[in-house]
């Protein structure tokens, strides 16, 4: 920063922007970090500021204020200058530093279309956000292969009033189609919001905002998120409940506090710790060092929220994995019943693009609930659900398998080999693009812009990929 002339005769422009914080880097004194709610940042050169005019930062960091120029056009240049920096944020998470693509309103990446961020819709009553991605915990059998030891390397933020807004259209949409399932009924649609990220939704540092916004929207009755409660903590969720959710999916695979550990790949797994059985199904080495798994502290944080807001409802939602965790299930089955939560468990699923555990088997889905009876008559308890979802319209698919299209390349996606772009002529659509450049990918060789030729490989539920060609 340059020294400020007291007696300039033209006092100044001063920026102020929601969610923007400006800080002097502590590595080097010729860069500002920008800092982007609070969590995400972007290095900018005090040269570039300087071309602008001198400039000086307020003590809380939140203004920055360009000293001898015109105000419209300090606030043009600087945005060109924000533009650029929002298109390079990084954050750290498990102590890597990873790319993060801010998707917002003005980004030209639609919220519809792509598996990773955005709104899910499969024609129901319940409707899926994804608001981020990017994970504290590394669970062995994550089917997103999120964590640290996750291939990916660029994660999604959306903005929460961009994912508002469109959900809202949909919920209206919805709306105003005729209900498939229903002729002549005039009962309004209740829908069911479920926050359940490629990811863990306690890292989307709008969360509350967002909940808030959603519950605003008519004719929205629920509102949930599926976390792994690492960073839940009594007064979180009072805050959280506040804002409008009302239900908590909680994945805890084992109370037990060293097997829930070595399944969330939270610890570091050595010879020295590891029994014949987990030597057996797990290949993870890493350690998550940033994050605190303590299944006690999440017992009771579930505790004092039944206990605060009995009204609220919680699912645990274990993952059954076959020969490790059947009687850690059943110890959660009974806390369930003492804190009065309800269960769900999911069975494992190999997934493609996941993380496949060593030796743990796919259980058959006959087995799953022959098994999931057993303990409903052991236990008393409900554990085979039955969601009344309402079936109800959706968009109409804008191309369909097969088709032979070209896309505008927006950003890298997900996945190694992976671009996100946006359907041409159908630009309210985005697209998961597979290409075969994965080394072009690994060494940022690989394209981000321009437009590509692809072929549809999947149009279902709203999502759509391509191959390149
Ligand atoms: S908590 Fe969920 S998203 Fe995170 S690593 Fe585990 S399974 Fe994956």
Known sequence: MTQIDENSEMPGAILEFEDIEFNQSEQDSEVIVLKFMKTYYSNISKTELEKIAKFDISKDNKKITFYDVNENVAERKFNLILSRALDALHWKINGQEKEIKYIHRNSGIPLFGCIGFGIVDRGTSMIELRPNTGCNLNCIFCSVDEGISSRKTIDYVVEPDYLAEELNNLIEFKKNQRIQNQTKSSEPIKFSIFINPAGEPLLYPKLKELIKKVSLIENVETISIMTNAALLTSSIADELIESGLTQFNIS???????????????????????????????????????????????KEVISSIKTKHPEIKIILAPVLLNGLNQEDIEQIILFAKETKCEVGIQNY????????????????????????????????????????????????????????????????????????????????RSITILTESISGYASGEMKKSGYVKIKIIRAKDGLYSGIKL
């Open 349 to 428: 699923l190999k997934y493609k693009q996941g993380r496949t555990p060593k030796k743990i088997k796919q259980v058959e889905f006959s087995d799953f609930f022959d098994l999931l009876k057993k303990w409903e008559s052991k236990y008393d308890i409900d554990l085979i659900k039955n969601y009344k979802l309402v079936k109800t319209a959706q968009f109409e698919p804008v191309v369909k398998k097969g088709d032979i299209i070209k896309a505008e390349i927006k950003c890298l996606g997900r996945k190694p080999g992976e671009l996100i772009g946006v359907l041409e002529g159908r630009s309210s």
């Open 252 to 298: 805890l695979s084992s109370l037990d506090d060293k097997k829930s550990k070595m399944i969330a790949g939270t610890k570091l797994i050595t010879e020295t710790t590891l029994n014949t059985e987990t030597k057996l199904i797990t290949d993870s080495e890493l350690i998550t060092e940033t994050t605190t798994y303590d299944t006690g502290k999440i």
